[in-house]
């Protein structure tokens, strides 16, 4: 079956450039989703990433049927800096969308898109019946932590890119949050301010950055409400890294800016061994205790949900909800 079957492209479609989206269905906003009942002691999310190839397609499908059964409040799909991924981000969203029970939500960036193509591909989340989308500056390809440059034609910040999202349509926006504070903010008060105006600018909740250390996503719960009840009350979500390999790990806090704190990189370390390769069942087993502790701190400090970062897999992350009991499999 040819998996663009019935796929509109806005770009080359009727309206390639929309003042407004024409949406023929609304999915539930995940605000909504999170304060349906649920089994467990809090609702929790998944991510995936667009897959490379078939082979990791397959994969990502496995761990998309295996989560179905658990009942996630909702998915979401990263969004890559190229064209084909891009386009894989979009046709499997909408899968997740039509050939699915789950809840998908679309990551869009900013990176390399003017701001009609943004409304083109708005337009295109649309056409899947996606209506949550999550909107991010994104950062500059080939080197994260690099100068940003916007597009001529684009947005400079995510805060532009939520009103723009919102002003196409009835779309229910989330953002990213950073416990540790954006690794281009000169402070976490910058910082916080800049989360509260995505907020103000329509976002209905943010997602974290992952982190290690509970009390980085605490004080920046206590930031927010400080410097806006009202925005502060919004759900935070933290995302959570099941972590499977030390060496991927390192490079993942490495791009994105966090850090790992020296008691939870010496367990790590400790685990790995001093072998020519790492031992990976045994990072495995300590990154899962580190989830499945951080997490039920998370649960007894009030959250309102959990985001696994699931790097298209399932068995970690359904290991350590498991010991959550939230493992609940629906037949
Ligand atoms: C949950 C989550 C999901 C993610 N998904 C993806 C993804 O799918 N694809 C991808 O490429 N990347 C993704 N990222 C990474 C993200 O795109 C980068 O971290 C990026 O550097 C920041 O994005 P942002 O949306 O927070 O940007 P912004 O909110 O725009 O912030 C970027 C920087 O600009 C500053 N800033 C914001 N507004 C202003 C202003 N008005 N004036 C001055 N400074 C300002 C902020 O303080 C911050 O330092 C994700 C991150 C998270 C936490």
Known sequence: MDPLAGWTLWSVGRCPYPEQVTQTQRQPSIVERLSEPHSGPVPFSVEFFPPRDEAAEERLWRAVRVFERMHPAFVSMTYGAGG???DRTARITGQLERETTLLPVAHLTAVNHSVDELRAMV??????GISNILALRGDPPGDPLGDWHRHPQGVAYAEDLVRLVRDLGDFHVGVAS???GHHRSPDLEHDTRQLVAKLRAGAEYSITQMFFDVEFYLRLRDRLVAADPEQGAKPLIPGIMPVTSLAT?????????????????RRLVHAAG????????AV???????ATEMSQRLIAEGVPSL?????????ATSEVLER????????
């Open 84 to 86: 084909s991924t891009r």
């Open 123 to 128: 337009g295109t989340y649309a056409d899947q």
């Open 178 to 180: 950073f416990p540790e």
């Open 249 to 265: 790990v390192r490079r993942m806090v490495e791009l994105s800016g966090a850090s790992i704190p020296a008691d939870v990189e």
């Open 274 to 281: 001093d072998g020519p390769e790492e031992d990976r069942q």
């Open 284 to 290: 495995r087993a300590v990154g899962i205790d580190l």
């Open 307 to 315: 985001h696994f970062c699931s790097m298209n897999f399932a068995k």
């Open 324 to 331: 959550l009991g939230m493992d609940v499999l629906v037949a």
